[in-house]
Structure formats: C-alpha cells, structure tokens
C-alpha cells in the first residue's frame, strides 16, 4: 500500500501543469535558499535533517516544485518519512493567494496526504501538522476552497495551542490566517492577525526567510505597506537563489511608490527565474519591472522589457510553464500596461487577444482594447470585447471565482462608462465610473498582478477633467495617489485638476512631485514637458 501511495503521488505530481514539470535543485549553500536558519524538527532519519530544511525553507519561499525535489530526496533516503508526504502537499497547494486551486492540485494533494498517514509512524506534532493538511484537500470543488482553507487555520491554530514551542507551526499558522482574509475586510483584521505572531518572531529571528515573506504579505495593503519596509529589504539577501524571495520585496516597493527598488528586486528575480527555467516566475518579475518603468516614464526600458517578455511568453517553455498562473497574467498584463500607462489610446484598442487559461486573464486585454477604442474616439468599436468581458464574467460566477467574477465585472462597467461618455451621454458615464470607482474601492488588488491596469477612480479623474469638473476631478486624483503613491498618471491628474480649478499652488506641488519621481532617464512625454514649464512658472 505504501508503494502505491507513493506511485500515485507522483503521478498526479507529473500531471501539474506550469512550473511543477522542471525540478532544477537550487545550487550552492543553504544560505543561498534561507534553510541555514530553518529548524524544523521531524522523526524522520537525522540524515534527512537539512534536506528537510530545505524542504521547508523552499515552501516558505514558494518555490514549490523545488521543494517537492527536497522532500523527494527525504524520502529517498528515508521511506518512512512521513512528513516529507506532508511537505509533498503543500507543494501542491502551491501559493496560498494564487486563487483557485485545480482539481489536479487538489488530487496531488490529496494523494501525498494518503501517503503521509499511511508511513511510519509520525509523532503526535506531526501528525498534526498531516491532519491540519488534510483539510486542505478534502474537495476539489472551487466552491468549498473557502471553507477547507478556514478549517486548515483552525487547525493549525490547534496546532499551535497543543505544541506552543513549535516556532514553525506558528509561522505557517500566521500564513493560514492571512490566507483566510478576504479583500472587501477593510479592518484587515486576519492580516494584522497574522502579523503580530510574526512580528516578535522576526525580531528575534531576522534572518528566517518565511518571517521575512509572510510579513510582507501580511502589509499587502494600501494602509499598511510602510510596516513592511524592513522586511522587503532583507528578504531578497534571505533567500538570493530563489526569484520568489527576490521578487516579494516589491510588492512593498509597489505599495509605497519606490519604483528604483521594485525594478532592481524584480531584475535580480529574472535573472535567478532565467538560470531555473522558471518562465512563469520570470515573467511575474518583468511584469512588475514593467509597470515601475512606466511609472518613472522610462519608455524605452519598458519596451525593452514588454520585447523581452513577449519573446519569452511565445518560447517553447513560456508556453509550456507561463501558460497558467503568474505568467499567463503577466504576458496579458505587460502590453496592456504599456499602452494604457501612456495614454495611447489608440494602441491599446488594437492589442491582439492572446489565448488565455483563466478568464481573468483574457479580460484584461478586452478591457484594454474597449477602453482603448472609447478614450480614442471610436466607442463602437468597444461593444465585443465589452461583450466578450460580460461572457468572461459569467464564466468566473459559473466557477465560481467571485473575486475575479467582481474585477471582470469592473473592468466592464469603466469601458461601458467612457463609451457613454465618448458618445455624449456625459451624466451616465460619470455615474457609471462613479459606481465602478466604488466598487474597486472596496476590493482589493490579488497578489499576482502590481495593480489595476487604469485604477478606476484615477480614470474618474480624468473623465471629470474632460467634464469640465476640475474640483471634483483633483478629489478624485488625490484619493488615488493616496492609495497608490507616486502614479505615474495620478500625480499628473491632480497637477492638471488643480491648474485647472485655478489652484496654482497646489498644481505646482504636484508637477514637483511628479518630477522628483520620475528624476533621471524618463521619456520625453508631453505630460513632463507640461509639468516641467508649470512648475518652472509657480517658482518664478
């Protein structure tokens, strides 16, 4: 029976698509994956020790299919480790904020947790964590990952109450409480939850590479961002063989608007993603390095990074790993975003629709090309891919995905808004964008993407400035640049609101700004061209 355990884990391991299919083992010292500060305690033969820990320290970096070759090689050396079938799972669960999980990850799982309850003989701790794990896979149906995710906190929070010296079972605790959190809490409270078990953690143990990571997705939020710093600064050295841990730091970078930090982290994460094979992992990097290009009106750069992505996307292997999850967005996400940041309105509306694996990341190319053909004079032309958003929605609610289903839906009603607005129905387009704005308010960005493609009510900002509001418009910048900081486009916005409203002061401010971020090396776009001269004049 053991055998055959055994067998079927690895069968459905193979039948994973993505990532999971190149197992390229890390090189190098155990610093170079953070496992030199991971002690995981296991009754699993003491050779096995550091592999295990690498096992783990692995999965705290999210680099799932290299930690399934770790615990492979635990049980190689020792058959009877139980808990390297517990490790085995988790690496097929994969990244907790990575959406829905396919019914092959949950067979994965499901199997390697049969494995683990049928070997050896686990001690009561481990059994525990087996236990906590097994809720994790007790349906594949995409409606019940809600409610097995809160069983598998509750748990580990047993866990945690029955073995309280167990450091790690408080760290993967702390990440199934955020894992649990749900975008519309505003209070954050699961996320503040989690951080305070990992705080004084981290504190005592600088140096371990899931405190580092689950602080910063614990901070993954417009308010909270600044309380991560510290920990987005050393992760990236805490693991500097893994693209994942180079990678994570900009998320804060991101959140607080340190656009040099996020393309440096996002460079260094290519490059470790190009020498494993990781075609997704690299394509999330260029995707975020993309979108701090933009901000800094670094065009050339862009291109150059939209070019190089874009080759990867349509390789043998982009296609083979990206063509799900991470890198699937971001092939989708990377033209769309260069065309949208720079206002090309025109170019956004002819961007071909790449097939996609997931509704969501279709959407973001029809709603690029409908709000590219309204802003660009030509709002009939919107009407399919506004069509197809509506289909890609109702296939989301079918899944059901109800928080891409609420994105999707989103992204229709700002393209059918700037239509209304493009073909004169002014009032309803406002009202549209308005109620749109809302409802974008009151989610949140997912993990995979830097954000929106056009943040609706900085999109507001400039629909009003078109209405001849200009109050209402800088109103609308300035709630936008609060919540995402340094924009590109929501620093420009409020700059030409306030001159508009005859508030020199404030647009000069502004344009400041937005000229001390960008700094050196931008583009020669109008809008810095415009910011420079006012900004030039108030000082005068």
């Not at 033969?45 to 492979?72: C, D, I, K, Y």
């Not at 991101?254 to 993603?273: K, L, Y």
């Not at 486009?489 to 409020?494: E, V």
Request: glycine share 8%.
């Amino acid at each position: 029976m053991h055998r055959t355990l055994i067998a079927a884990v690895a069968c459905v391991w193979i039948a994973v698509p993505a990532a999971a299919q190149h197992e390229h083992h890390p090189a190098g010292s155990p610093d170079e994956v953070g496992s030199a500060h991971v002690r995981f305690e296991t009754s699993c033969a003491a050779a096995t020790a550091g592999e295990f820990n690498r096992g783990v320290a692995l999965l705290h970096s999210f680099w799932f299919p290299q930690a399934a070759a770790a615990f492979e090689g635990v049980l190689k050396t020792d058959p009877a480790c139980a808990m390297a079938h517990w490790g085995l799972a988790l690496s097929q669960w994969g990244n907790p904020f990575g959406g829905l999980k396919t019914p092959p990850q949950v067979q994965g799982g499901r199997a390697a947790i049969d494995a683990a309850q049928a070997t050896g003989s686990p001690t009561p701790r481990e059994r525990a964590y087996i236990t906590a794990a097994a809720a994790l896979f007790t349906s594949s149906e995409p409606g019940t990952q809600r409610a097995r995710t809160v069983a598998y906190e509750q748990g580990m929070a047993q866990l945690t109450r029955d073995f309280p010296d167990d450091m790690e079972a408080r760290i993967f605790y702390a990440l199934a409480v955020n894992q649990t959190a749900v975008p519309s809490d505003k209070t954050y409270a699961q996320q503040l939850k989690a951080a305070e078990i990992l705080e004084p953690l981290f504190r005592e143990h600088p140096s371990h590479p899931g405190l580092a990571h689950y602080i910063i997705h614990a901070y993954d939020h417009p308010p909270l961002a600044d309380k991560a710093l510290d920990a987005a600064r050393r992760y990236a050295s805490l693991a500097p063989a893994v693209p994942h841990a180079l990678h994570m730091p900009s998320h804060t970078f991101t959140r607080v608007g340190s656009w040099r930090e996020s393309i440096e982290t996002n460079r260094r994460s290519a490059e470790a993603a190009r020498k494993s094979s990781g075609a997704g992992e690299e394509l999330h990097a260029l995707d975020y390095q993309t979108y701090a290009y933009l901000q800094l009106a670094q065009d050339g750069e862009a291109s150059r990074v939209r070019d190089v992505a874009m080759t990867l996307a349509g390789s043998a292997e982009g296609i083979a790993i990206g063509a799900t999850g991470a890198g699937a967005f971001a092939a989708a996400a990377i033209p769309a975003r260069y065309a949208l940041e720079r206002g090309a309105w025109t170019e956004a509306a002819a961007l071909p629709v790449r097939s996609a694996s997931t509704p969501y990341t279709e959407a973001m190319t029809h709603f690029a090309r409908a709000l590219g053909a309204a802003r660009s004079g030509a709002p009939k032309a919107a009407a399919a891919d506004i069509a197809r958003l509506a289909e890609l929605r109702d296939r989301l609610i079918a899944q059901p995905d109800a928080y891409w289903a609420e994105q999707v839906d989103i992204q229709r009603r700002v393209a059918l808004a700037w239509v209304a607005f493009a073909e004169g129905r002014r009032d309803e387009g406002l009202a549209q964008l308005r109620a749109a704005a809302e409802a974008e308010d009151g989610t949140d960005k997912a993990a995979v993407s830097p954000g929106p493609l056009a943040p609706a009510r900085e999109l507001l900002g400039y629909m009003l400035l078109e209405a001849g509001q200009p109050r209402e418009a800088l109103a609308a910048f300035e709630a936008t640049v609060a919540k995402e900081p340094n924009r590109f486009r929501g620093l420009y916005g409020a700059g030409r609101a306030a001159e508009a409203a005859g508030d020199a002061a404030t647009a000069a401010r502004f344009y400041r700004q937005l000229l001390e971020v960008v700094g050196e090396g931008a583009s020669d776009r109008p809008e810095l061209r415009h910011a420079r001269q006012m900004a030039g004049e108030n000082a005068r």
